[in-house]
C-alpha cells in the first residue's frame, strides 16, 4: 500500500516536473510530432536556434513584453505601450502608421478631406475578413467608430469627431466639430480600430475584453492569464498571411530577467532593454540590439497654478540649474538625447537645436531669493518608484540643491501618482514622461491647453492665452512651414513662461535574436510582427 | 562549577563569553555600531549623496575601497552612513514595538479574563497577516518616510512582542510575592512594572536582540521595494535595489549592502542565542 502511494506521488512529481519543463519555452501549436518526452522539451529549449535555421517560418515567435493588460478592447485601454503593441497584432484602423512614421491607408481604401478639414469622406476597402471570416463592411466601421467615442476612453483622439455617417455599403463620412488638420493620424491610432459590428451585438459589449474581434494579421488562439498570448497568422489577412505563422506574446516583468531569457533563447524579442544590460546584448553575435528616439521625453513638470511654482521666478531657478547631460549620462546610462524644447523629438515640427537659457547657478539663486525664500525652500517631489524616474529625480535633488531648492524625494506607485499629480494636481514639481502614441505635434501640445485643466488632461494647470492660440491654431494647420512656424512660437512661449522643462528623449532599446529579420525600433511603439521573418 | 560570591549580571556574562560564536558577533556588532556612531568622523558626509558621471560605476580601488555605484558615489561611505540609518530604525522601532507590545502583553496577563481575550485575539488578528505586508499596507497609507517607516515597523512588530511578554509573564502572575504585593494594596500600574516585568526581563532581552535582526531585513525590504528610507539617504536595501540591475556586468556592487545586511543580522541572531543560554536559570550547570 505504502509502495503504492509513494509510486503515485513520484509519478504526480515526475508530470509536475514535465509540466514546468515544456510550457515556458514554446508555443503549444507547434508541436506536430508524436506526443513529446520530457527530455525533448528541455532540448528544444536549448537547440532553439539551430533548429530555427532548419525550420525557417514553422519556427514559433516568442515576443516578450513586460505587463499583462487588463482588456483587449482597443476602445477601453487607457494608457500607453503594451496594450498597444499586442493590438496592433490583431486589430487595425483605417489609416496605420509605417515604421518610418507616415501615414497610409489601411482599412480605408481611398479618402477625401474637405480642403476646410471639416469633414472627411472614407471610401471602405474591399475584401477584408474579420477574424470569423465576416467580410468587413461600412457598417462595421461606422459602429467602431461610434463605439470609439461612447466610451469615453479615447477623447484625445475622437474629441474632433461630431458624427459618423453611412453614406453607402463602401462609403463613410466623418463630420467634425471643427476643423482639424490631424484627423488623419487619430484615425490611425486603435483608439479607432475597427471591430466587428454582428459579433460585439451577438456576443454583448465585454466579449473584446478577452476575446478580440478583429481584422489584423494575427488571430488571437489563447490567453494564459499572467503568462502568455498565444496568436496564428490568420489566412484571409487582406495583405496575405504572415510570413511566420505562430507567435506568442509573453509577459516577463523585469526587465533584466527577459534580458536573460533573451540570451538564453527563451524568448526572440523584446522591448524595455534595460540600459544596464545593453553592453551584455551588444557584445552577444547571436542578438541584436535595436534602438531609436521614442515618442516621449522626460521633463520637469511645475504645479503653474498654485503653490511655490506658482512663480515663475522659481520655475525659472530650475530652468538655470539643471544639467541635462549629467542626467542623461546617468539615469539613461548615456542611452538618451538632451532635449530642450517642449515637443517630442520625433515629431517634425520639433525645432532643432532649441535655444535654452544657459545654466547659472549664481542667478538662480538670486531668483529663489527675491521669490521669498532667501534661506531656500524645502518641497517634496512625488516620484514613481521605478528606477526611470527615480534616477533621473536623484540627480535634480543634486543640481537644485545649490540654488537653495531642497526637494524631498517621495517614492510612490504609479497609481498614486497619477492620481495626485495628474488628476488632482496636488503637487509642485514632479519629473514626468511626456509620450504619445501617434505622431502630431497636437497630441504633445494639447497637454498645455488651458481648457484641458483639471481631469488629467493638462496638469501642468498652465493657462496662458498666447499658448493656447497658438495650441487651437495648429489644429487647422496642415503640415507645412506655416505649422513648423507655429510650433516654434509655441515652444518658445513654454520656455518663456518657464511651464515645464524638457530633459531627455528616451530611446526605445529593443533586443531581438540575430536571426529575426524586420525588427525596427518604434518611436510610437508601432512593432508589427506581421513585418518579422527569420533568417535562414 | 561557578566561583561563588559573583553577581548576577557577573554569572550572565559568565556563561555568555562560554559562546565563542555570540561573542565574536558582539565584537563584530560592536564594531559596526561605533562605525556607524563615528561616520561622520571617519568618512566625509560629501561623499554619501554627491554624484559624479565622470566617477560612476569603477571597480574597488585604492580611493574606492568597494568601488562607486551608478552615480558616482562611493560604495564604501554608503555602507557605513547605511549602517546608521539601518540601526537607528530598527532600534527605535523595536524599542517603540516593546513598549507597546509588552504593555499590552503584560497588562493582558495580569489582568486575564475579558482584558486578556480582547487584547491577544486583536495582536493575533495583527499575527495572522504576514508582518511585511503589514508593514507595507502601513507605509503605502500613510506615505513613504523614515517616520512613517518606524510606524509600520511598530504595528507589525508589536504583536510578537505581545506574545511573549504574556507568555512569561503568565506563570509568575499567580506566586507568592505577587499576592503579596496585592495584599499591600500596591497599586496595578507598580504591580507590573516594578515587580513583574523585572522578572521577565530575560526573555524580553532576547527576544528584543532578535526581533532586531528581523527587523533589519524588513527595512531592507521595504526600501527595497521604495516604500522605505527615500533616496538619495542610503540604507542598505535600496542600495541593493539600485545596484540589482547593474548586478550582471558590475557584481561587486551588490556585494557589500548583502553582506553587511547578512552579517549585522547574524550578528544580532548569535548575540540572541547567546543571551538566551546565559539568562535561562535553567540552563545553569
Known sequence: ?536 | MEKKGRSQSGAIWFRFQKNKLALISLVILGAIVLAALFANVLIDPELVTTTNSSLRLQTPSAEHWFGTDLYGRDVLARIVYGARVSLTVSVTAVFGALIVGGLLGAVAAYFGGHVENIIMRIMDIFMAIPSLVMAIAVVAALGASTVNLVVALIVARAPQFARVVRSAILPIRDLEYVEAATACGTSHRRIILRHILPNVLGPIIVQTTLQMGHCIIQIAGLSFVGLGIQPPTPEWGSMLSEAREYMRRYSFLVVPPGLAIMITVFCFNRIGDGLRDALDPKLKN
Open chain 1, 1 to 536: 500500500m505504502k509502495k503504492a502511494i509513494s509510486l503515485a506521488l513520484a509519478l504526480c512529481l515526475l508530470l509536475t516536473l514535465c509540466a514546468c519543463g515544456s510550457e515556458a519555452p514554446k508555443a503549444p501549436e507547434e508541436e506536430k510530432d508524436s506526443a513529446p518526452a520530457e527530455n525533448e522539451s528541455v532540448l528544444d529549449t536549448l537547440d532553439s536556434g539551430t533548429e530555427g535555421e532548419a525550420a525557417s517560418d514553422q519556427k514559433p515567435l516568442r515576443f516578450r513584453l513586460k505587463t499583462e493588460p487588463n482588456t483587449l478592447d482597443p476602445h477601453k485601454t487607457s494608457g500607453t505601450g503594451d496594450p498597444q503593441v499586442i493590438q496592433y497584432q490583431m486589430y487595425e484602423s483605417l489609416f496605420r502608421e509605417e515604421k518610418d512614421g507616415t501615414i497610409v491607408p489601411a482599412l480605408a481604401e481611398s479618402y477625401e478631406l474637405a480642403e476646410d478639414s471639416t469633414f472627411i469622406v472614407i471610401h471602405v476597402r474591399q475584401g477584408v475578413f474579420f477574424h470569423n471570416d465576416t467580410p468587413m463592411t461600412a457598417d462595421d466601421v461606422v459602429f467602431s467608430l461610434n463605439r470609439a467615442i461612447e466610451t469615453g476612453y479615447n477623447n484625445a483622439y475622437v474629441g474632433a469627431i461630431d458624427n459618423v455617417e453611412k453614406v453607402d455599403d463602401s462609403t463613410i463620412k466623418i463630420n467634425l466639430k471643427y476643423a482639424y488638420a490631424p484627423i488623419i493620424t487619430c484615425l490611425s491610432t486603435l483608439s479607432t480600430a475597427i471591430v466587428s459590428k454582428d459579433y460585439v451585438e451577438t456576443n454583448g459589449d465585454d466579449i473584446l475584453t478577452r476575446s478580440p474581434m478583429g481584422t489584423g494579421p494575427y488571430k488571437l488562439e489563447d490567453w494564459v492569464s499572467g503568462d502568455r498570448l498565444v496568436f496564428k497568422a490568420y489566412p484571409k489577412y487582406w495583405r496575405g498571411e504572415a510570413q511566420i505563422k505562430d507567435a506568442s506574446i509573453i509577459f516577463i516583468s523585469d526587465n533584466t530577467a527577459a534580458a536573460i531569457s533573451l540570451e538564453t533563447g527563451d524568448i526572440d524579442v523584446m522591448t524595455n532593454l534595460s540600459t544596464a544590460d545593453i553592453p551584455t546584448i551588444k557584445e552577444n553575435p547571436e542578438l541584436q540590439f535595436v534602438t531609436g528616439p521614442a515618442a516621449s521625453q522626460l521633463l520637469v513638470t511645475f504645479n503653474n497654478a498654485s503653490g511655490v511654482f506658482a512663480d515663475a521666478r522659481m520655475r525659472e531657478a530650475v530652468y538655470l540649474c539643471i544639467d541635462r547631460q549629467a542626467i542623461v549620462d546617468v539615469a539613461a546610462d548615456g542611452y538618451g538625447v538632451v532635449q530642450t524644447a517642449p515637443l517630442d523629438s520625433v515629431l517634425v515640427e520639433c525645432p532643432k537645436d532649441f535655444e535654452v537659457p544657459e545654466m547659472n547657478v549664481e542667478r538662480a539663486k538670486e531668483l529663489v531669493a527675491e521669490a521669498g525664500y532667501p534661506e531656500g525652500i524645502t518641497i517634496s517631489m512625488p516620484t514613481i518608484d521605478n528606477g526611470t524616474y527615480s534616477k533621473p529625480a536623484t540627480l535634480l535633488k543634486e543640481q537644485l540643491a545649490p540654488c537653495g531648492i531642497n526637494i524631498d524625494i517621495q517614492l510612490m506607485e504609479r497609481a498614486a501618482w497619477d492620481d495626485m499629480v495628474i488628476y488632482n494636481t496636488n503637487y509642485e514639481l514632479a519629473i514626468w514622461a511626456l509620450p504619445i502614441t501617434a505622431l502630431d505635434s497636437d497630441f504633445c501640445a494639447s497637454k498645455f491647453l488651458g481648457a484641458n485643466c483639471g481631469g488629467g488632461g493638462n496638469f501642468s494647470n498652465c493657462s496662458i492665452e498666447e499658448i493656447d492660440e497658438l495650441i487651437l491654431r495648429g489644429r487647422f494647420l496642415p503640415l507645412g512651414p506655416e505649422r513648423t512656424e507655429n510650433y516654434l512660437k509655441f515652444c518658445e512661449a513654454i520656455r518663456d513662461n518657464f511651464v515645464v522643462c524638457p530633459i531627455y528623449t528616451n530611446m526605445r532599446n529593443n533586443a531581438a535574436s540575430a536571426h529575426l529579420g524586420g525588427v525596427y525600433p518604434s518611436a510610437t511603439l508601432h512593432m508589427y510582427m506581421y513585418d518579422y521573418y527569420w533568417i535562414q
